[in-house]
């Protein structure tokens, strides 16, 4: 699920949104009202029940070899969620929506992680169900790992030379 040339995708389990109005989201680190979608390379971000907490990683061209294979496992990319949501993971109902990047301008320093929009946009058409989340991390290469607390993962990832997001965090559970 990944959008084509011109558009960018915003995930949503509800799947009647016929406008998305800008709005400051309840975990904004930022005052600015947005419209918030992403593009290609993070759509993977977003294969995930809305509250599930996870744990990402990827390679970059300054991850080093002794990190490629201590946190991603020789791999490119690897997403951790925590055991109590791998029921959420299977069963979620996740769509999405197709947007016109037109509208949109990248958010995020040093890296975009996501793109915004400042006007109100109307889909391209109505949501699209994304289908098993399962499925779509494992025909895109991803290595999904299932972990009982996910910090001990966070903590090597953040100290590495890889690539990384974590969403949802507040969620998991408690560091041990």
């Given at each position: 699920?990944?959008?084509?040339?011109?558009?960018?995708?915003?995930?949503?389990?509800?799947?009647?949104?016929?406008?998305?109005?800008?709005?400051?989201?309840?975990?904004a680190r930022q005052p600015q009202p947005y419209v918030w979608?992403?593009?290609?390379?993070?759509?993977?971000?977003?294969?995930?029940?809305?509250?599930?907490?996870?744990?990402?990683?990827?390679?970059?061209?300054?991850?080093?070899?002794?990190?490629?294979?201590?946190?991603?496992?020789g791999d490119e990319r690897v997403h951790a969620v925590e055991?109590?949501?791998?029921?959420?993971?299977?069963?979620?109902?996740?769509?999405?929506?197709?947007?016109?990047?037109?509208?949109?301008?990248?958010?995020?320093?040093?890296?975009?992680?996501?793109?915004?929009?400042?006007?109100?946009?109307?889909?391209?058409?109505?949501?699209?169900?994304?289908?098993?989340?399962?499925?779509l991390h494992e025909e895109a290469g991803i290595q999904l790992?299932?972990?009982?607390?996910?910090?001990?993962?966070?903590?090597?990832?953040?100290?590495?030379?890889?690539?990384?997001?974590?969403?949802?965090?507040?969620?998991?559970?408690?560091?041990?």
């Open positions: 699920m990944r959008p084509e040339p011109g558009q960018v995708l915003h995930f949503s389990e509800d799947p009647g949104i016929t406008r998305f109005v800008p709005h400051v989201a309840a975990t979608a992403v593009d290609s390379a993070r759509c993977p971000d977003y294969w995930f029940p809305r509250q599930c907490p996870r744990a990402m990683a990827w390679a970059t061209s300054s991850t080093t070899d002794a990190d490629r294979e201590r946190i991603l496992g055991y109590r949501w791998l029921d959420a993971l299977r069963t979620a109902e996740l769509f999405a929506y197709r947007l016109p990047a037109a509208g949109f301008r990248p958010f995020g320093e040093p890296e975009t992680h996501a793109h915004v929009a400042t006007e109100p946009v109307e889909p391209l058409g109505p949501a699209e169900p994304v289908g098993d989340l399962l499925r790992r299932v972990l009982p607390n996910l910090w001990p993962f966070w903590d090597a990832v953040t100290a590495s030379t890889a690539g990384f997001s974590g969403i949802r965090l507040r969620n998991a559970r408690p560091r041990p």
